[in-house]
């Protein structure tokens, strides 16, 4: 046992010497730095929790916007809506500041899945199109292609992006999506990260790739890129612009650590051109024209946010998310979540039994971090990591069943350590 975590605490601390200087260097704005941050969240006290990529935990600016907003629903929800009546237009406001875009750009949604039901059930799209996706990808993004290209008689074509998640790489990824677009191509529907692998696609090359092959195109037959990016979102620095995609699909409930029930769809104003509204929205402004019967000039944003009451405690309190977030910082906050991955990756490299299968490569991957026991089964050690240790993992959700963890701001160092120490001995 001594020697083994001898071995461990070695392998932790053979990190290379940039990423240690790294962990000290991308300090949290705000009272208390990281360890001022955990001290925000209402996790079980005790528990290790690695998965920010599940559904979030509330930091307490978040709980407490929540709760005054319930307090005045369930006192008069008649009044309270009444006057509260721009509030979404705050949130998408608050969005569009930590997105860098405008707020017309951004529907707000429940979720991702609901928003890539929305966008791919909305794209006009003539019969015989072709959608393009990768063996990668997420269920909901599977099955709303999959209705949509039934309904329409589209073709949709599902191409592997990388053969082995470990040895990807920017060349190999941007080689097969070029093969993969043709000229009946009119939506490219990709993941940000892979909940699967782990891996991070190279957004803006792949961006490029596409902007190559519209260079020529009538503007009604360029190819959309659109990415489920809510394993991205809210770890990642870059904005949608940067990323150079033509829609941004997230949830806001996942590493944004925002009100469990929110998301939102960013699209540009070409790309918003091209879809039409599945659910009619509650936007007062189109609401009037309705009523009226005269004609209302309605940003995309506001038009494809589906309508009817929600959750609207939740909904408001994304307003303090993402302010929140913004007094972070997106680059500290980026520079702290590949710090603990790389933590993470480094000492478990070297584990025979147990081999990474998120690459190491900080272009490639992000937060999520992947392992394969070869001696165990995924759910049991899953199951040991939290009855021997209090370690919150999770097993992936796909086909291949691979061992899922995660650090995010919630966690430190120590419990980077701890995991990696209970993985080894656990596998
Ligand atoms: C890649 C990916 N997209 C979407 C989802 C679903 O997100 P949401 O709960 O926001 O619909 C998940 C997992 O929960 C996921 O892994």
């Known amino acids: ?15 290379a010497p940039g990423t240690l200087a790294a962990c000290g260097s991308a300090e949290a704005r705000g009272p208390g730095g990281w360890a001022g ?11 290790h929790n690695l998965t920010a990529w599940w559904f979030a935990t509330h930091p307490a600016p978040v709980r407490a916007a929540i709760e005054r907003h319930r307090a005045g629903l369930d006192a008069d929800a008649r009044h309270y809506l009444t006057n509260r009546e721009l509030l979404e237009d705050d949130v998408r406001a608050a969005a569009a500041s930590y997105l860098e875009t405008s707020a017309d750009q951004i529907a707000l949604t429940d979720s991702t899945t609901m928003g890539l039901g929305l966008l791919y059930a909305g794209i006009s799209l003539e019969p015989g199109s072709e959608l393009v996706t990768s063996t990668h990808d997420f269920y909901a993004t599977h099955e709303a292609l999959r209705v949509r290209a039934q309904r329409d008689r589209c073709t949709l074509k599902k191409g592997e992006l990388y053969a082995r998640p470990e040895h990807a790489s920017i060349d190999e990824i941007v080689t097969k999506v070029r093969r993969a677009l043709g000229s009946k191509t009119r939506v490219l529907a990709l993941t940000w990260v892979h909940s699967s692998t782990g891996v991070k696609l190279p957004v803006r090359e792949i961006a490029d790739v ?4 519209n260079r ?13 990016g809510v394993h991205g979102f809210g770890c990642e620095a870059a904005t949608p612009n940067a990323l150079g995609v033509d829609f941004l699909v997230s949830g806001c409930h996942k590493w944004l650590f925002g009100p469990r029930g929110t998301g939102l769809v960013w699209g540009t104003p070409h790309a918003w051109s091209r879809v039409s509204p599945t659910i009619p929205t509650f936007d007062r402004r189109e609401y009037a024209a309705w009523m009226f019967g005269r004609p209302a000039a309605v940003a995309a944003g506001p ?13 408001w309190a994304l307003k303090e998310a993402f302010e929140w977030r913004r007094q972070l910082g997106g680059g500290a906050v980026e520079r702290r979540t590949h710090d603990l991955a790389a933590r993470l990756k480094a000492g478990l490299a070297g584990a025979r039994h147990l081999p990474l299968v998120t690459p190491r490569d900080e272009r490639l991957s992000a937060g999520i971090v992947v392992t394969r026991p070869l001696r165990s089964d995924p759910d049991d050690v899953v199951q040991r990591l939290y009855d021997h240790h209090r370690i919150v993992a999770s097993v992936t959700p796909y086909r291949e069943r691979l061992v899922r963890v995660g650090p995010s701001i919630v966690n430190d160092e120590d419990e980077v350590d701890l995991t990696v120490r209970a993985l080894r001995e656990l596998s």
């Open 216 to 228: 020529d195109r009538a503007p009604g037959d360029r190819i959309l890129f659109c990415l489920d």
């Open 210 to 213: 596409v902007a190559q092959a």
């Open 37 to 47: 941050v955990r001290a925000s969240f209402a996790l079980r006290k005790g528990d």
């Open 303 to 315: 038009i494809e946010t589906p309508g009817g009451f929600h959750s609207m405690e939740h909904r």
């Open 1 to 15: 046992m001594r020697r083994r975590e001898f071995i461990v605490r070695s392998a932790v601390l053979a990190l």
